[in-house]
């Protein structure tokens, strides 16, 4: 309920004013966290934005098992129906109670927005390597990545995957 050390201080008075924090700013989350503590009526600022992050982490864990539940399905089709359950819940649990998730779901931080962002990114590029004839598809791909960039930098590691999975699989929209 209270500010923590490192960057949690200036993530709240940027969050608080609808400031800038230090670079790379952190548009992305700075306006949701904004909108967040002057929507919800409750508790004073740090709690409130604390509380945000936390509510982003328990997304980015659901989103996680959602994917992972799909995607065991469709990589294991017989065996799956069985282990499908337990393997999920196992990496959702591991996930949610990790040192990394837990430790920045409880404080005004950045990186459970990344998380979810990711995530959400991480599984459009599963939808289209499921469904490589959307056009609709690849563009909500594009746009959560670009949407991923507006919150952290280190998305730019995940920028190829979504050029290879083109070029694997829609090697029409190169031409």
Not at 37 to 55: E, M, Y
Not at 100 to 120: D, K, N, R
């Amino acid at each position: 309920p209270n500010v923590t050390l490192l960057d949690s201080g200036e993530f709240l008075v940027a969050a608080q004013h609808f400031g800038v924090p230090h670079p790379t700013a952190y548009p992305m989350w700075t306006f949701l966290s904004w909108a967040f503590q002057l929507v919800f009526p409750f508790g004073n600022a740090a709690w409130k934005i604390n509380l945000f992050s936390g509510i982003l982490g328990a997304l980015a864990v659901a989103l996680c098992g959602g994917l992972s539940h799909n995607a065991v399905r469709w990589i294991f089709p017989i065996a799956g129906r069985k282990i499908t359950l337990p393997v999920c819940l196992a990496f959702s649990l591991l996930f949610a109670f990790s040192v990394s998730m837990w430790s920045q779901a409880v404080i005004a931080e950045v990186y459970t927005l990344h998380a979810l962002l990711v995530g959400l990114y991480l599984a459009s590029v599963y939808v289209l390597i499921r469904r490589p004839e959307s056009n609709l598809v690849l563009v909500v791909t594009f746009f959560l990545l670009t949407l991923a960039f507006s919150n952290h930098h280190l998305v730019v590691a995940l920028t190829p995957l979504t050029f290879i999975v083109v070029l694997l699989l829609r090697r029409d929209a190169f031409l």
